[in-house]
């Protein structure tokens, strides 16, 4: 398995676009979760899936932000308008029952 | 909902001693705690976990202890080297919401050769 697969791997952007990130969980995991990590904030939960339902997004920040998952290979999360505030490394990671496995992430910069 | 605390936030250890980071959380009805480790520019990988009719799990020389009365677990790496040299975050899961994990905020490990 190629465990969790995120793309783009590096996105640099300008202030105003709009951005998607990607996201293929390793398959039969039911649960997908984004996260984004910073020096400031550390590591936030920004919403979480179910059996491609989503559950919690009180952690995403604001209305700029969305994410979807269509089915159960493919999830995005959308930023538009992107903002320099939104620079950071954003994870997807799937699991089934309790144990996550984190992607690569997506190193994000919005000048 | 849960609140994790995680100390120190940063650890300086010599190489071949030990060292222990702590966790407590709020939640008696969490169950799952897992362990993970980040090194600079990667991705949070799993590498211990214990579930709450445990007290305690090792492998080789990582160990996690957890106390259910007092809503505290603790993570015991020994012999540390200098590629123990990480972020490490403890999390607190109660499985009934589909594995979400409430993480601390890390612990910063430096293990000085």
């Known amino acids: 398995d190629a465990g969790v697969i995120q793309s783009p791997r590096h996105e640099v952007t300008e202030m105003g676009q709009e951005v998607t990130l990607r996201c293929k969980p390793i398959s039969g995991h039911n649960s997908l979760f984004w996260y984004r990590q910073t020096m400031m904030r550390g590591l936030e939960l920004l919403i979480y899936?179910?059996?491609?339902?989503?559950?919690?997004d009180s952690g995403m920040p604001e209305d700029r932000f969305s994410a979807k998952m269509p089915n159960a290979s493919f999830s995005t999360l959308k930023i538009q308008p992107s903002e320099p505030r939104d620079s950071a490394v954003y994870f997807c990671?799937?699991?089934?029952?309790?144990?996550?496995?984190f992607g690569p992430g997506t190193r994000l910069t919005v000048l | 909902g849960e609140n994790v605390e995680q100390h120190p936030s940063t650890l300086s250890v010599q190489e071949g001693d030990s060292a222990v980071i702590k966790c407590t959380y709020s939640d008696s009805a969490s169950n799952y705690f897992p362990w993970y480790k980040q090194e600079l520019g990667k991705r949070p990988q799993l590498i211990i976990d214990i579930r709450s009719n445990v007290g305690e799990k090792k492998d080789q020389r990582i160990a996690v202890t957890l106390n259910k009365t007092a809503k505290h677990f603790s993570l015991h790496i020994t012999e540390t080297q200098p590629e123990d040299s990480a972020v490490y975050f403890c999390a607190a899961t109660y499985n009934t919401n589909a594995g979400k994990s409430t993480f601390g905020d890390g612990t910063t490990l430096t293990v000085k050769p």
């Open positions: 990671a799937t699991g089934q029952y309790n144990e996550q496995f």
């Open positions: 899936f179910n059996n491609n339902v989503p559950i919690d």
